[in-house]
């Protein structure tokens, strides 16, 4: 028992509150929100280091006990999760202050960014599978309104979609949370995976695997299941598709690796499906990124051939293949969030996102050039970047696995990531100076480039320092991958 | 009874598929208020229709019925009332934006 991991749910949410009465002051708005989400981020690291010594944490709601009642738990993943998405959604904001009009700030923008980190916390730290919808729901419904905010055309058409597509998956939610309760009688996720354990593994088991893996493959876009996300995730500002593109698949992704080790670990049909839908889905997105010819666009697209590998890790399931998995999620919130945040300094700059629009961006802002060939080098896996050491423990996992076609795939995959990035900077930054916007060479960008450089430092720092990292993620698979550990904190068994 | 209530849920299913695959916003969105009537339902038939007592009142009866599906098929209907509201909302103002409601019309071209 131990109430602070209800914290980072709480802050957001009572601070949320607190900023639709101040509608209009500007200054209460940003200084309540940074403070909050400052708060958030110590909480999460205190909770965090706190798991990292002494085991997992767990708090009884309203203290029912704990298959009766709904129980938050932070494990290592989880806390380790909710600490990066604090520290993004900070960024985030910063950036956003720098780069949003007044009125759309005035429009309720703070309450519904701390709506989504209490719906984005509530999901990594839940430890109940009808809460965990509820959260979802709480997190997609702050999205609608995020994605949907300035009402132009492109974004109303793109946003009803998403609305559509996503509402519709967390109705399959319902029905695969009804055929879980109909077999087991409980919906608290240590004791499924007890009663689970316990049952004879009949198909209702995989069909009931396979529904979640359906609900949780729109979330995070993996491969028939992600047409809505490269035209939704181009509608809104920079600061929020990065805040998207770093996050919400993510939180799918953490749904799969959560329920698959914990609940549905025997089920062997599941894991081929998932290696099968992983390679496809990085292949499939590279493509994508490939044809394209906009900035925003081809940093759409890339999230999901990085979602793919996510998902091929978790298809691959050994500890060392979740560590990578864990580590290439890590790697990919950050440097998914600054490129999309380079792409908005890009836009700010020349006033467009069309690659063809615009080059020579490095003559004018020699800057924003290096620190955005860092990062999309990191993202293509290029060592000493961060990018490498995910990919390095997944592909070796996958041949001690012997599953030798998924890794050609993705090794084909990483080949073409460089190629899509190096595309961008070969356009928009080499070659003579072209910007529709004529006075966009003595444009300023150094103070909207303070928010990225955190983060370009962290990829670095993941990359230069991968030992102790690497260390950290293989003990968070242990954990994973045995999960007595959890279930006994979460039911109180010694 | 469940028996009924399984065929009634396969109705919903599949009038909710029908409707969320026409052409109409409109139609579509009340395919998902349908698709979600069906999901409760079924929730509520899988856990099992009333057996034995209410929860509440006394404490003499042998079989109680379980009353945790009630309590979250009722937030379900509470979450998807609130969507539902957003979701007409919206599709009204993509109707004042692009003067359609046809989802054809509403494809998208290459260079916007």
């Keep these: 028992m131990n109430n602070l991991v209800i914290l980072p749910i709480l802050i957001p949410l009572l601070m949320g509150v607190i900023l639709i009465f101040f509608k209009d002051s500007k200054s209460v708005q940003r200084t309540v929100s940074v403070i909050s989400v400052g708060l958030m981020i110590a909480v999460s690291a205190y909770l965090t280091y706190m798991v990292y010594t002494e085991g997992i944490q767990t708090t009884e709601l309203g203290d029912w006990p704990a298959p009766f009642g709904i129980v938050l738990v932070a494990d290592l993943l989880s806390s380790s999760l909710v600490a990066l998405s604090s520290l993004l959604a900070l960024v985030c904001l910063f950036f956003a202050y720098q780069t949003f009009s007044a009125e759309r700030e005035r429009n309720y923008f703070h309450p519904f960014f701390l709506f989504l980190m209490v719906g984005v916390n509530g999901s990594f730290l839940t430890g109940d599978l009808f809460n965990l919808f509820v959260f979802f729901e709480v997190m997609l419904i702050s999205s609608f309104i995020l994605i949907s905010m300035g009402s132009k055309q492109y974004q109303l058409r793109e946003s009803l979609k998403y609305v559509i597509i996503n509402t519709v998956s967390s109705m399959f939610f319902v029905a695969a949370i009804a055929y879980i309760y109909g077999v087991t009688g409980t919906l608290n996720m240590a004791d499924l995976a007890v009663k689970i354990g316990e049952l004879e593994q009949t198909g209702v088991i995989s069909v009931i695997a396979v529904l979640f893996l359906f609900v949780f493959g729109t979330k995070s876009a993996i491969f028939p299941l992600y047409y809505w996300l490269p035209h939704s995730y181009f509608a809104p500002p920079a600061a929020i598709a990065a805040l998207f593109g770093g996050l919400l698949t993510k939180v799918g992704v953490y749904t799969i690796m959560r329920t698959y080790t914990l609940i549905f670990p025997h089920d062997q049909t599941v894991f081929q499906i998932l290696l099968i839908f992983g390679g496809l889905t990085m292949f499939i997105g590279v493509l994508g990124a490939v044809s394209q010819f906009d900035f925003k666009r081809i940093l759409a697209v890339h999230i999901v051939s990085q979602v793919g590998y996510m998902i091929m890790g978790v298809g691959i399931f050994t500890p060392l293949a979740i560590a990578g998995t864990f580590y290439f999620l890590a790697h990919n919130i950050i440097v998914k969030s600054a490129l999309f945040l380079f792409a908005g300094v890009a836009e700010k700059i020349t006033g467009t996102s069309h690659l063809k629009q615009m080059s020579g961006l490095l003559k004018t802002h020699p800057y924003v050039g290096w620190l955005f060939l860092i990062t999309a080098l990191s993202l293509a896996g290029i060592p000493p970047l961060s990018g490498f050491f995910g990919k390095f423990a997944l592909i070796i996992a996958g041949f001690d696995a012997g599953n030798y076609f998924v890794i050609a795939v993705s090794l084909a995959t990483g080949v073409l990531t460089l190629f899509s990035m190096m595309k961008i900077f070969m356009t928009s930054f080499w070659g003579e100076v072209k910007m529709p916007d004529p006075q966009a060479k003595d444009k300023k960008v150094g103070s909207l480039l303070i928010p990225i450089l955190p983060l370009v430092a962290l990829t670095i720092l993941l990359g230069v320092a991968a030992e102790p990292f690497m260390q950290f993620s293989l003990e968070l698979a242990e954990q994973l991958m045995d999960p007595s550990e959890y279930i006994n904190s979460v039911l109180n068994k010694e | ?112």
């Excluded at chain 2, 919903?12 to 409760?40: D, E, N, P, Q």
């Excluded at chain 2, 919206?90 to 916007?112: I, M, P």
Aim: proline share 4%; no cysteine; net charge negative.
């Design chain 2, 1 to 112: 009874m469940e028996i009924l209530m399984i065929l009634t849920v396969g109705v919903l299913f599949t009038v909710a598929t029908y409707m969320i695959l026409s052409k109409s916003m409109l139609r579509v969105i009340i395919g998902v208020v349908i698709l979600s009537h069906g999901a409760h339902l079924l929730f509520l038939t899988l856990s099992g229709l009333k057996q034995g007592a209410p929860p509440l009142l006394g404490e003499e009866a042998s079989a109680y019925t379980d009353p945790l599906p009630q309590a979250l098929i009722l937030t379900a209907i509470v979450i998807g009332f609130g969507i539902t509201a957003f979701m007409l909302v919206l599709a009204y103002r993509t109707y004042k934006a692009h003067k359609t409601d046809n989802l054809d019309e509403l494809r998208g071209t290459e260079d916007e």
